[in-house]
T-cell receptor, first 113, second 114 residues
Framework: QQQVKQSPQSLIVQKGGISIINCAYENTAFDYFPWYQQFPGKGPALLIAIRPDVSEKKEGRFTISFNKSAKQFSLHIMDSQPGDSATYFCAASRTGGSYIPTFGRGTSLIVHP | KAGVTQTPRYLIKTRGQQVTLSCSPISGHRSVSWYQQTPGQGLQFLFEYFSETQRNKGNFPGRFSGRQFSNSRSEMNVSTLELGDSALYLC?????????????FGPGTRLTVL
């Protein structure tokens, strides 16, 4: 059973455009929602994370929007750049150690110059 | 500060063999988690070790095992390799338990089973 569903599987945007990736989770016990960025040949790297006590978190061009009632969260990349071309993973877990991090299947983002 | 290191980076084995992968976490990190990454299944959690104790385990057969040493370095072992074990194996370390803490991933070990 996939506890975190991520969409779309792939995304192509033009330079300067907005990239939006969505995730939905099932377990209401989750309280930590990170997004990871992975370049070919590298391990994933934390991009930005949010906890359910806020509905939005922004770091530079990257914003997480969180909807607790809908059990959904999304990553918005503003002014997308070719250097943003990578695979993005959302994840959900719970602080305290009894829950394991569960990842979405990933979104392959290509930003055309 | 050095990042998470994994050795070897690439490995080719045949069915039935066993393999041991190594992970050195960031200095001071007490948690090490292992993940299997494949194109079809994405990132799947194998297990987590914290202060030499296995704290969490994913849904993988007993052929997959691991351990953590007193210096937090961790090893993962896969016995009786199957073709389906071909994957990128990622190690991640964090200061505290992985559930609510930032994880730092290594570059992975690419395992190919022939």
């Amino acid at each position: 059973q996939q506890q975190v569903k991520q969409s779309p599987q792939s995304l192509i945007v033009q330079k300067g455009g907005i990239s939006i990736i969505n995730c939905a989770y099932e377990n209401t016990a989750f309280d930590y929602f990170p997004w990871y960025q992975q370049f070919p040949g590298k391990g994933p790297a934390l991009l930005i994370a949010i906890r359910p006590d806020v509905s939005e978190k922004k770091e530079g061009r990257f914003t997480i929007s969180f909807n607790k009632s809908a059990k959904q969260f999304s990553l918005h990349i503003m002014d997308s750049q070719p250097g943003d071309s990578a695979t993005y993973f959302c994840a959900a877990s719970r602080t305290g150690g009894s829950y394991i991090p569960t990842f979405g299947r990933g979104t392959s983002l290509i930003v055309h110059p | 500060k050095a990042g998470v290191t994994q050795t070897p980076r690439y490995l080719i084995k045949t069915r039935g063999q066993q393999v041991t992968l190594s992970c050195s976490p960031i200095s001071g990190h007490r948690s090490v988690s292992w993940y299997q990454q494949t194109p079809g299944q994405g990132l799947q959690f194998l297990f987590e070790y914290f202060s030499e104790t296995q704290r969490n385990k994913g849904n993988f057969p007993g052929r997959f095992s691991g351990r953590q040493f007193s210096n937090s370095r961790s090893e993962m072992n896969v016995s009786t390799l199957e073709l389906g074990d071909s994957a990128l194996y990622l190690c991640a370390s964090s200061l505290e338990l992985a559930g609510g803490d930032e994880q730092f991933f290594g570059p992975g070990t690419r395992l190919t089973v022939l």
